[in-house]
């Protein structure tokens, strides 16, 4: 079956400090990937997506690359800030569906 | 830019009440999904529509009904609430040939 599987938080990290949240998927065929965000109050907004293999998603300075060969896409950050503090979901589409992992919080202190 | 609405941020029910959360899109999109949202479970799917009169069943569909009389608009009906629906509740649209999901801002439902 398909299915997606980040790692568990809460993330704490002080300011500029480097950011990795893990990613792994699960899927028939060849799905796309994504990671949204949700800051708090809110709902899910698209961070970055990548649709085949080897491609690299970004955006606000977040990174992820599409690894066909590990099943992975993990999403990177160089220098967080206070203001990426929220819950991120990683999420795989097989065309009809959408599969999210359990999000992971992060909370960035100054 | 896409606004997807919910009708209400917070709602208190009682159990056995009969209750409607209700979502509109203004980006004549196709697709409208409901997901509920648990700590420790993330998004499930509960039912997905992709166009006006139609509706799929999603991974956890019992005790939920839906319905999509407009293209723009998309309710949630829990028939009878029971506690274990309490939950944040939300509402997605996109296109139909697209791959991003729109999301509105959630409904938190205590069902007590």
């Known amino acids: 079956g398909n299915s997606v599987t980040q790692m568990e938080g809460p993330v704490t990290l002080s300011e500029e400090a480097f950011l990795t949240i893990n990613c792994t998927y699960t899927a028939t065929g060849y799905p796309s990937l994504f990671w949204y965000v949700q800051y708090p109050g809110e709902g899910l907004q698209l961070l970055l997506k990548?649709?085949?293999?080897?491609d690299k998603g970004s955006n606000k300075g977040f990174e992820a690359t599409y690894r066909k060969e590990t099943t992975s896409f993990h999403l990177e950050k160089g220098s967080v800030q206070v203001s990426d503090s929220a819950v991120y979901f990683c999420a795989l589409n097989t065309g009809n569906q959408f599969y999210f992992g359990t999000g992971t919080s992060l909370t960035v202190i100054p | 830019d896409v606004k997807v609405t919910q009708s209400s941020r917070y709602l208190v029910k009682r159990t056995g009440e009969k209750v409607f959360l209700e979502c509109v899109q203004d980006?004549?999109?196709?697709?409208m999904f409901w997901y509920r949202q648990d700590p420790g479970l993330g998004l499930r799917l509960i039912y997905f529509?992709?166009?006006?009169?139609?509706?799929e069943k999603g991974d956890i569909p019992e005790g939920y009904s839906v319905s999509r009389e407009k293209k723009e608009r998309f309710s949630l009906i829990l028939e009878s609430a029971s506690t274990n629906q309490t939950s944040m509740y939300l509402c997605a649209s996109r296109e139909a040939a697209a791959e991003t999901q729109y999301f509105g801002p959630g409904t938190r439902l205590l069902v007590l």
């Open positions: 980006m004549d999109h196709e697709n």
């Open positions: 529509s992709y166009d006006v009169k139609m509706k």
């Open positions: 990548a649709t085949k293999a080897d």
